[in-house]
């Protein structure tokens, strides 16, 4: 079972900065089939990013999904105060079978 | 716009059953797979069960194959979950979500979770 580990797991920034989140697979993901959710409290999950770097409809070019095999990065290029929360990435690995990772959460310094 | 409402939460007993729904609305229903995602008080994410736009296929997570069932209506536009043999591990707010089926480079049939529910609280407890 391929395992997904985000790092860090609380990252603290001003607005305005650059976040760079790491999501590691224990095992390579197979064509690139990793997307990054954004989670706010009380709130359902939002799809950001699909393939690894697709951003979904109506998401910024602020956020960006890079990498490939096992590590994988969402990268947010000028923090605004409504990006902090918490993100989730997710391995689709056919059969279907979908895993994700343990978050991580985007605090104000 | 495109929706999707779940219902059916609530407190149940150790060994008890519950079914959910979520009434989808702001699309074609019947072209879509569809999801159900759970998220136990404080903790992450987690795939619980997927079906084909048909009906014809469904696939669940480990701990919960046997036990939970999920099903759809596309006349009614509507998915459901039935739960049964509830446990207190099992209590956790349900999101409904359709399945974004996405190509990656030349190789198509990835999934991602492209529109949500707002959730539907679970708890079970004695």
């Known amino acids: 079972e391929t395992v997904l580990t985000q790092s860090p797991d609380t990252l603290s920034l001003s607005p305005g900065e650059r976040a760079t989140l790491s999501c590691r697979a224990s095992?390579?993901?197979?064509?690139?089939?990793l997307a990054w959710y954004q989670q706010k409290p009380g709130q359902a999950p939002r799809l950001l990013i699909y393939?690894?770097?697709s951003r979904a409809t109506g998401i910024p070019d602020r956020f960006r999904g890079s990498g490939s095999g096992t590590d994988f990065t969402l990268t947010i290029s000028r923090l605004e105060p409504e990006d902090f929360a918490v993100y989730y990435c997710?391995?689709?690995?056919?059969?279907?079978?979908?895993?994700f990772g343990q978050g991580t959460k985007l605090e104000i310094k | 716009e495109v929706q999707l409402v779940e219902s059916g939460g609530g407190l149940v007993q150790p060994g008890g059953s519950l079914r959910l729904s979520c009434a989808v609305s702001?699309?074609?229903?019947?072209?879509?797979?569809m999801t159900w995602v759970r998220q136990a008080p404080g903790k992450g994410l987690e795939w619980v069960a997927n079906?084909?736009?048909?009906?014809?296929?469904?696939y669940y997570v480990d701990s919960v194959r046997g036990r939970f069932t999920i099903s759809r209506d596309n006349a009614r536009n509507s998915l459901y979950l039935q739960m049964n043999s509830l446990r207190a591990e099992d209590t956790a707010v349900f999101y409904c979500?359709?399945?974004?089926?996405?190509?990656?480079?030349?190789?198509?049939?990835?999934?991602?979770?492209?529109?949500w529910g707002q959730g539907t609280m679970v708890t079970v407890s004695s």
């Open positions: 095992q390579s993901v197979s064509s690139n089939y």
């Open positions: 079906i084909k736009d048909d009906g014809s296929e469904e």
């Open positions: 393939g690894a770097s």
């Open positions: 979500a359709r399945i974004l089926a996405y190509c990656s480079g030349t190789t198509c049939g990835g999934e991602a979770f492209d529109v």
């Open positions: 702001g699309f074609t229903f019947s072209s879509y797979w």
């Open positions: 997710q391995r689709y690995g056919g059969s279907p079978t979908n895993t």
